[in-house]
């Protein structure tokens, strides 16, 4: 059965309930869901479900994601609950955490980091491209008890204007501690952009989920 979010989402791939696995998608600031559908079409995958919701006015919340929490709100709140309820009629539609990817772009990778890291059962892969975890520097975040059994991608060029290479360190090393498998890499002279190598790694993910 399609709920509300998900008949709100644009929604392409295997459907649902035939599906191996899917993938949540969430555009960057300015940025919509046919975006992430286009984008999607770099990494090709049988018996995905592609899921993409898209922000109010295609921004998320209104602020940079440096800024403290409170300036977002209730903007970030509100999209951190819409996620929350997208990935649970997923579930319901019969597709587990365990064979979920959430993936996002700047400030949707953002989004998306700042919900793994506080829902750390929440997908099988998180991948932040171009981004890192909400909040202004030097923000204390303590990880709980329970270790997070995903994988966490980071890419992010030296060179991004919107981005500080120091945030995707602190990233990284937050999901580390949370005993989440980081891969990160920065890109040596890139701005905010996506790139082939991370197309493939993208592809490398999705592949090594398990079969349904």
């Known amino acids: 059965m399609i709920t509300t979010e998900l008949q709100s989402a644009m929604r392409w791939g295997a459907t649902l309930e035939t599906a191996d696995a899917a993938m949540l998608l969430l555009h960057g600031r300015g940025g919509s869901a046919a975006d992430m559908r286009g984008f999607s079409g770099s990494f090709p995958m049988p018996g995905y479900a592609f899921v993409a919701p898209e922000a109010p006015g295609q921004t998320w919340y209104p602020f940079p994601f440096t800024a403290p929490l409170e300036r977002n709100e209730p903007h970030l709140s509100r999209a951190l609950d819409r996620i929350r309820t997208l990935l649970g009629e997923i579930n319901q539609a019969g597709i587990p955490s365990s064979r979920i990817m959430l993936l996002g772009f700047s400030q949707g990778a953002c989004l998306a980091l700042e ?96 079969p349904k």
């Open 115 to 210: 919900f793994a890291a506080r829902q750390l059962d929440c997908c099988a892969v998180a991948v932040g491209l171009s981004g890192g975890l909400i909040g202004p520097p030097g923000q204390t975040r303590e990880t709980t008890t329970r270790q997070a059994e995903m994988t966490v991608f980071l890419g992010c060029g030296d060179r991004d204007p919107h981005i500080p290479v120091e945030r995707v360190e602190e990233t990284a090393a937050f999901f580390k501690a949370a005993g989440a498998t980081v891969e990160k890499r920065i890109y040596p002279g890139m701005s905010h952009l996506i790139n082939h190598d991370e197309v493939q790694e993208i592809k490398r993910l999705m592949a090594s989920l398990p």
